[in-house]
Structures are given as C-alpha cells and as structure tokens.
C-alpha cells in the first residue's frame, strides 16, 4: 500500500546538481572501489545488491552470494505473495469464512508479527487492508469513491478479527483478506541481509524498492542515503544520511496519486476510515532490522506527528523523520545522528 522512495546515493556514482559537493569529493574517493552490484525484478519491484570488493571477498564469492540472496528472494515470495494464487497466504484469503488454513511457521510468525503491529500502531497497521479490493487505483481511470462504497469497503478490515491457531490462519468472515505488502519486504530485506552475512559478506547494500539495509562500509565509509523532498523533484533532498548496520524505509505521498479540485488523493491509505491518510507528507524510519522499519514508515504516516513519535517511542534503535502536512519537518531525538553534510 506504500512506496518507500529514498534516492541511492551509494557514496556516489550518480552525482547530483545543485551544490552536493561533499557527495562529489565522495565520488572521486570512492571511484577506485571495486563492486558487485546485481539487480533484478521480484516481488513487483526492482532489487539490487551491492557488494565492495576486497579483503576475503572476491568477485567469485561475492557473485556466489548474490545469487544465494535472490534464491531466497525467490522463495519468499513463493511463500507469502497474495497476488500468486498457488500460495498459503492466497489460500488464507481463498478460505475466508470457510476454513483454517494451516501455514509454514515462518509465514505463521510473520502474520503474528503483523498482528501485534495491528495492536501496537492502534490499526493504523493492518495486514487485512486487502479486504477493501479495488476501492482506490490510482490508474488512468482514477475516480474519488462514494462514501458509501468507503464506509462498506472498511466494514473488511479488522486485524482483531485473524484467529490464529496452533498452526493455522483463519478468517472469520468471507469477504475478508490479508496483505502483506506492508511488512513481507522489510522481512525480505532482512533475511538477504542474514544470506550475505553467513556467506562471509559483512560489507553490503541491498536496496528492495527504495527499501534500503546497509551493513559494514565501502572504503572505510559509511553507506550514504538521500531522503527525497516530498514536493521536490526526483534528485531534490531534504536529507542526506550516513547508515551502517539498520535499514532505512520512506512512506510518501507523492508517488502513486491524483489531484482532484485541489486536493491530493494517493495510495497509503488510512485501513480505520478508507481514505488517505492526510497528516504526512513522508515519513522516513531508521531501525536495526528492515522489517520494523517498513511497519512503521507506513504506521507512522497514518498516525500522523504527534502519534507517530510516541509509537517510534517504543523501538530502541529506532529513529524517524516526519515531513508534515504543512512542509514542517519533525525529528525524533536521534535522528539528527544520521545525518552528514
């Protein structure tokens, strides 16, 4: 329901205008460095893995690890996509209001996660946001749906409403269903990090999306990571940070919507009423683990400001930068630790 947009900087081979000139001198140190870097398309999005070269690590094993990462890739989304119909979530959603559909442990863990999410966020998270259908698309037949259609698309959506058994997923009711696009990446992130980190790689970026874990360094530098300006162009930055060891996920509102008389309607939408959520402009989360982050970059648009920073409150290590509604930017306490230049 989101897409995280942070502009790769990877300390730098794509060089921006407009007086980054600590990113440029970045450049040129860093243009010796000898890399891996693999990209392919899963999980309907681009994935790239980047790995420095030197030490232990050569091209050989490094290619050999990037390859173990999108194997896994692959697997997961075999596992928990709800858009292939031969998957356990699919057959959740196919059994609503029929049957309890007994699910791998690891897909099993992940719906629990989600539910306490659900709790933690007060619903601004809620995995059975699929149940709405096609209320919002933001294509070229966009139209603003009834409230009628919106006050019935939400009678769908309840996260309370999962009964997990001892193995199994149940939904009570027929027309509910479960997505999990909201945290199966971050989940995804994580796991690649885990692959490369037991393939002997402890100096690595992998880039789900826009969704970005960092780990080690390249030429003895942190990682760099440009935080979009939510009404800017594409190559205009707000921020730029420097990461190692956690994963840093965006939610805006500027990728995917439509302006109707004035008014922007895009696609995070608040699962609690059926409409955008209209108190961000972005939110950008640093966490140790991907997962978390991702969570919470879409909980904490929902939430809005002031909501958002009691829940980022909860999460040691965990750090998030709100544009809001108006343009004003708000940060939590160690945030300001991120950032460089």
């Not at 999980?43 to 030490?55: A, D, H, N, R, Y």
């Not at 004035?262 to 209209?278: L, V």
Request: glycine share 12%.
């Amino acid at each position: 329901m989101k897409r995280r947009i942070l502009t790769l900087l990877f300390l730098l081979f794509i060089v921006f205008t407009g007086g980054m000139l600590l990113l440029r001198e970045n450049s040129r140190k860093s243009a010796n460095i000898e890399t891996v870097e693999v990209t392919r398309f899963l999980m309907g999005t681009s994935w790239t893995v980047k790995i420095p070269l030197g030490g232990e690590v050569n091209r050989e094993n490094a290619l050999r690890a990037t390859d173990s990462v999108f194997i896994e890739l692959d697997r997961i989304e075999d596992l928990m996509s709800e858009w292939r119909p031969e998957t356990a979530v699919s057959a959740i959603n196919s059994n609503a209001g029929l049957k309890p559909v007994k699910v791998p442990l690891e897909l099993f863990k992940l719906i629990e996660r989600s539910v306490e999410f659900g709790h933690l966020s007060q619903g601004a998270f809620d995995i059975t946001w699929k149940g709405m259908g096609p209320l919002w698309t933001f294509g070229q037949n966009f139209r603003v749906p009834g409230e009628d259609e919106i006050l019935e698309a939400v009678k769908r959506v309840d996260f309370s409403k999962i009964v997990m058994g001892q193995d199994s997923v149940f939904l009570p009711e027929r027309d509910m269903a479960i997505g999990l696009g909201g945290i199966a990446k971050g989940y995804a992130i994580d796991r690649a990090g885990e692959v490369l980190r037991e393939s002997g790689i402890t100096d690595f970026l992998v880039d789900g999306g826009g969704d970005i874990l960092a780990w080690g360094r390249i030429g003895g530098r942190q990682w760099l990571v440009g935080v979009r300006d939510p009404r800017g162009n594409r190559d205009e930055l707000i921020k730029k940070l420097s990461i190692s060891g956690g994963a840093v996920v965006t939610s805006g509102d500027y990728e995917r919507f439509k302006m109707v008389d004035g008014r922007r309607y895009h696609h995070i939408i608040d699962p609690r009423t059926g409409h955008p959520a209209d108190k961000c402009r972005s939110v950008t989360v640093f966490s140790p683990k991907a997962e978390t982050a991702d969570v919470l970059a879409t909980a904490v648009f929902v939430l809005g400001p002031e909501e958002g920073m009691k829940l980022i409150s909860q999460y040691e290590e965990t750090e998030a930068l709100i544009v809001e509604s108006n343009g004003e930017i708000l940060m939590s306490g160690g945030f300001d630790e991120l950032i460089t230049g």
